[in-house]
């Protein structure tokens, strides 16, 4: 079985500060991974993915992640936050071998203050 | 092109009531997905089609739940003699059919129980 923890669910920065968004996975064989984006009263936007291709992932906007099969994470960053940032992420997992199901983290809600 | 597109965004029916919600998947999409949002919750699986065949209704809460896509392409989820725990958002989601590929999901409607 597969499952998606993500730690806080709440994280507040400073816009220009760093963003870093913690998920850790769990799965029996090696996953496909994926953040997405929330806003308010929309639909979930995919920021990037993670398919075994190269463990540093780069998304939109200028966030980005980093795959450690060791420490089993996935941790979204971006360097300098920007008001346009605040919104949900989720953090998703999807296994290899399995054409569906993709497993959702309960959710980290991103606040940047001016 | 266009994304998926789901009808209607907000939805009030009367406990009892019966409910259709409708999702237009991207053209060329084998793979749609229903999930159900509760409030500051991760989206949680309800059921998987491929093409017409519905693979996967495992996350379906109860029997009052049923989803079809009978020619393929648009898909219905319905909801029968509503209750009050039924009030969340439901995202439709679709893919193509490759390992690894991510869903694309509409806005989601808003089903409110009262």
């Known amino acids: 079985a597969q499952s998606v923890t993500q730690l806080g669910s709440h994280v507040s920065v400073s816009e220009g500060a760093l963003v870093l968004l913690r998920c850790n996975y769990s799965?029996?064989?090696?996953?496909?991974l994926f953040w997405y984006v929330q806003y308010p009263n929309q639909g979930l936007q995919l920021l990037l993915k993670y398919t075994s291709a190269a463990t540093l992932v780069k998304g939109i906007n200028g966030f980005e992640a980093e795959f450690k099969k060791s420490e089993t994470s996935f941790h979204l960053t971006k360097p300098s936050a920007h008001m346009s940032d605040a919104a949900e992420y989720f953090c998703?997992?999807?296994?290899?071998?399995?054409?569906?199901?993709?497993?959702f983290g309960k959710g980290t809600l991103l606040t940047v203050n001016p | 092109g266009a994304g998926v597109s789901q009808s209607p965004r907000y939805k009030v029916a009367k406990r009892g009531q019966d409910v259709a919600l409708r999702c237009d998947p991207i053209?060329?999409?084998?793979?749609l997905f229903w999930y159900q949002q509760a409030l500051g919750q991760g989206p949680e699986f309800l059921t998987y089609?491929?093409?017409?065949?519905?693979?996967?209704k495992s996350g379906l809460p109860s029997d009052r739940f049923f989803a079809e896509r009978p020619e393929g392409s648009v898909s219905t989820l319905k909801i029968q003699r509503t209750q009050q725990e039924d009030s969340a958002v439901y995202l439709c989601a679709s893919s193509v059919r490759e390992q690894g590929s991510p869903l694309h999901f509409g806005n989601g409607t808003r089903l409110t129980v009262t």
């Open positions: 998703a997992v999807r296994q290899a071998g399995s054409n569906y199901k993709l497993t």
């Open positions: 799965s029996s064989v090696p996953p496909y």
């Open positions: 089609f491929q093409n017409e065949a519905q693979l996967d």
């Open positions: 053209s060329g999409h084998v793979s």
